[in-house]
Nanobody
Framework: QVQLVESGGGLVQAGGSLRLSCAAS????????VGWFRQAPGKEREFVAS????????NYAASVKGRFTISGDNAKNTVYLQMNSLKREDTAVYYC?????????????WGQGTQVTVSS
């Protein structure tokens, strides 16, 4: 009931920047939190950042804190992930996801992902 489409990935040099977008449609009125996750080759999927629409609360993984910023534009139903000072270890497929519950950590809807590759 919620559709998510990621965009903005690409190839950048270490130290560069990218901004990812997650456009949401469908029954977005029931959404509580939107998160970004990533999965690198040979590694498990990991949490990157999340944002709550009510109150604007944000969370970040320690590996990206201070370099990445998550934000939202309610009028456009879009969440962004600004990535600065990119490192080789940031290379991964990045996914956005929607969590409906305020208390349960499970994310209910996922996008298809966008590839981010950082060269050095």
């Amino acid at each position: 009931q919620v559709q998510l489409v990621e965009s903005g990935g690409g190839l950048v040099q270490a130290g560069g920047s990218l901004r990812l977008s997650c456009a949401a449609s469908g029954r977005t009125f029931s959404s509580y939190r939107v998160g970004w996750f990533r999965q690198a080759p040979g590694k498990e999927r990991e949490f990157v950042a999340s944002i709550t629409w009510s109150g604007g609360s944000t969370n970040y993984a320690a590996s990206v804190k201070g370099r990445f910023t998550i934000s939202g534009d309610n009028a456009k139903n879009t969440v962004y992930l600004q990535m600065n000072s990119l490192k080789r270890e940031d290379t991964a497929v990045y996914y956005c996801a929607v969590r409906k519950s305020r208390t349960q950590p499970t994310y209910d809807y996922w996008g298809q992902g966008t590839q981010v590759t950082v060269s050095s």
